[in-house]
Structures are given as C-alpha cells and as structure tokens.
C-alpha cells in the first residue's frame, strides 16, 4: 500500500454487485458475506514519504457474525428492512499475532539516526458493523472496533520522537481526506435526517402489522446513527526509557542512560465520532452517560452563541 498525494474518489457501487449484473444488494452480496476466510500468515507494507511500515498477522481468520457478535446461521447476520431500504451486517477479523514496524524513509528528510518503531501484541479482533442502501449496496454508516487484551509496549525516547514525525508525515494526507470526507457527508446526513423523521412518522400507524414492527424494533436496536471507530484495550504497560546520548569521534561521550518511565491503563478506550455536529444527541454513543447530557447543554449555548454572531454579520 502507498499513500496518495491527493484522496481517491469514493468507490461507489459494490464491485461484487456490478460484477454479478445487479445494481441492488442481492444474492451475490449474501454469497462473498457468507464466506469464512483463514489466512495462515499475511504481510500488509505501506510506503510513504517519511516512512515505510509493516503489519504481519498470524492465522487471520474473518467470518459473519450475529449483532451479539456470536456465529450462527448466516440468515441471522444481517437484518434488513425493507421500510427504510437498509441493511445491517456484522463481521469480526480475529488474529494470533500482530507484528508492527515502522522506519524512516531515506530520502534525506530524516534524521540520519533513527530508531525503528515496533510492536508485537498477542490475539486480538476487530468487530466490523455496516449499514448500506439495498438499491445501490452504498455503505450509509459504519462502526469499527479494534479490540486488544494485555498489551506490553517499551518504547524509548528517540521511538517516541520518531512516532510523532510518522503521525506528523500523515497529517496533511488525512486532513485532505477529512476534507473530502466533510464535504460529502452533508448529503449523507440529510438523508438520514429525512429518513429518520419518516421513520418517527410512521411508527404509529405501522404498529398494527406485527411483523413489521418487530424487524423495525430489532433494526433500531443494532442500528448505526454514525459511523465511528472505537479502540479498546484491557491492559496497556507503557514502558518509556531515556536513550539520548550524544558520540564523539564515534565513541560514546555520555555512557549513563537517564531516566524511565511506566504507565499502566486498565480498560483503555479511544471513541471517535467523525461526522458527529456539535450540539446533537449522544445518547446513541458506545460509552455513553448522564454527565454527556451537561456537555451536550453547553454544546448548544456555544453554538447558538455563534450563529446568533454569524446572523449579525
């Protein structure tokens, strides 16, 4: 994999729904769902200006689950309705091992010494959650999560330095890709908008049909209001040591270490809400708690105070 200078353009329609002939989530969609996928070993390297990285998995395994994240009858992962034009699928990847590296490029631009930044971890997952339009299999949210047990890290002072030159080189590449992302979201948003306030519409005069009612209570219950990204760890040691030393004539002028450091987090979680707008509801969030109710008030004040501000100018 390499980094583009400049976005790619949304992918658009499945591949597997154009290849098959169809233009609407169909059965060759259901076939490649339906598939479970045992990789022994797999190499991911990714090239960019400032560095090059590698991820190595071992006996990788990705297969259809249920929303209780459980296998069973491959009928029981997906729920569709047919009201709202949708349809949720679960999936989970689950692996061994995981390996990371990650270097410096040699193009002049880095520091002539630096230090190789790696991580091994033991088995993990990730639970992958999509909702897509049934007519056009377009994907209208989704929800990652990355989920890791024990998680020992020794990291020094020069790997931590180098870190953030590799977050800082791949900065400008997100932030056009945000920028891309924004500014197709609104669409996106508004039909979910619409959709939902048809959906509050009709939930009266639909409760007569019992079927329908069911599946629109089961759908609402798994449903993905956003799409976000969640990390999880259950133990993260953190080991960070002090390796600076300067040479002289190529011998070691300096040869006491400094200090270290250890940071150990206990049920660790990151949550990121892409296109969530300032000032709306969070009660659909993963984590989510009374104390949000507060913020989300001050989250309104704030944004009535600048638009009233944007209305005067």
Same mark, same amino acid.
């Given at each position: 994999?390499?980094?583009?200078?400049?976005? *790619?353009?949304?992918?658009?329609?499945?591949?597997?729904?154009?290849?098959?002939?169809?233009?609407?989530?169909?059965?060759?969609e259901?076939?490649?769902?339906?598939?479970?996928?045992?990789?022994?070993?797999?190499?991911?390297?990714?090239? $960019?200006?400032?560095?090059?990285?590698?991820?190595?998995?071992?006996?990788?395994?990705?297969?259809?689950v249920?929303?209780? #994240?459980?296998?069973?009858?491959?009928?029981?992962? *997906?729920?569709?309705?047919?009201?709202r034009?949708e349809?949720? /699928?679960?999936?989970?990847?689950? #692996?061994?091992?995981?390996?990371?590296?990650?270097?410096?490029?040699?193009?002049?631009?880095?520091?002539?010494?630096?230090?190789?930044?790696?991580?091994?971890?033991?088995?993990?997952?990730?639970?992958?959650?999509?909702?897509? *339009? /049934?007519?056009?299999?377009?994907?209208?949210?989704?929800?990652?999560?990355?989920?890791?047990?024990?998680?020992?890290w020794?990291?020094?002072?020069?790997?931590?330095?180098?870190?953030?030159?590799?977050?800082? $080189?791949?900065?400008?590449?997100?932030?056009?890709?945000?920028?891309?992302?924004? $500014?197709?979201?609104?669409?996106?948003?508004?039909?979910?908008?619409?959709?939902?306030? /048809?959906?509050?519409?009709?939930?009266?005069?639909?409760?007569?049909?019992?079927?329908? $009612?069911?599946?629109?209570?089961?759908?609402?219950?798994?449903?993905?209001?956003?799409?976000?990204?969640?990390?999880?760890?259950?133990?993260?040691?953190?080991?960070?040591?002090?390796?600076s030393?300067?040479?002289?004539?190529?011998?070691?002028?300096?040869?006491?270490?400094?200090?270290?450091?250890?940071?150990?987090?206990?049920?660790?979680a990151?949550?990121?809400?892409?296109?969530? *707008?300032?000032?709306?509801?969070?009660?659909?969030?993963?984590?989510?708690?009374?104390?949000?109710?507060?913020?989300?008030? #001050?989250?309104?004040?704030?944004?009535?105070?600048?638009?009233?501000?944007?209305?005067?100018?």
């Amino acid at each position: 994999m390499r980094t583009c200078e400049e976005p *790619r353009p949304p992918n658009g329609q499945s591949p597997i729904a154009l290849a098959a002939g169809q233009s609407e989530y169909g059965f060759a969609e259901k076939v490649v769902e339906g598939m479970f996928i045992v990789v022994n070993s797999i190499t991911i390297k990714i090239h $960019s200006k400032a560095f090059h990285a590698s991820f190595e998995l071992w006996q990788l395994q990705g297969y259809s689950v249920n929303p209780n #994240w459980q296998q069973s009858d491959l009928r029981l992962t *997906r729920i569709t309705d047919p009201q709202r034009g949708e349809v949720l /699928t679960f999936k989970e990847l689950t #692996w061994q091992t995981l390996r990371i590296e990650a270097d410096a490029t040699d193009n002049g631009d880095q520091d002539p010494i630096t230090t190789p930044l790696r991580l091994i971890t033991n088995q993990g997952r990730i639970q992958i959650s999509l909702k897509r *339009r /049934t007519k056009d299999c377009n994907v209208m949210a989704s929800k990652l999560m990355f989920l890791l047990d024990d998680l020992l890290w020794v990291l020094t002072d020069s790997q931590l330095k180098a870190m953030m030159k590799y977050a800082e $080189s791949l900065s400008e590449a997100m932030e056009k890709s945000a920028q891309q992302r924004k $500014s197709l979201a609104p669409e996106s948003v508004q039909v979910r908008v619409m959709i939902w306030i /048809t959906q509050q519409s009709w939930s009266q005069p639909f409760t007569v049909s019992p079927n329908a $009612s069911s599946i629109g209570q089961y759908f609402d219950k798994h449903d993905m209001k956003e799409s976000s990204y969640h990390l999880l760890i259950s133990r993260l040691d953190l080991h960070i040591c002090d390796d600076s030393h300067t040479r002289e004539s190529g011998t070691l002028k300096h040869g006491m270490l400094g200090g270290a450091i250890q940071l150990t987090f206990r049920r660790m979680a990151f949550d990121y809400y892409p296109f969530h *707008r300032a000032g709306d509801a969070c009660k659909h969030w993963v984590r989510y708690s009374e104390a949000m109710e507060t913020r989300g008030q #001050w989250a309104k004040k704030l944004v009535g105070e600048f638009q009233s501000k944007i209305e005067k100018l």
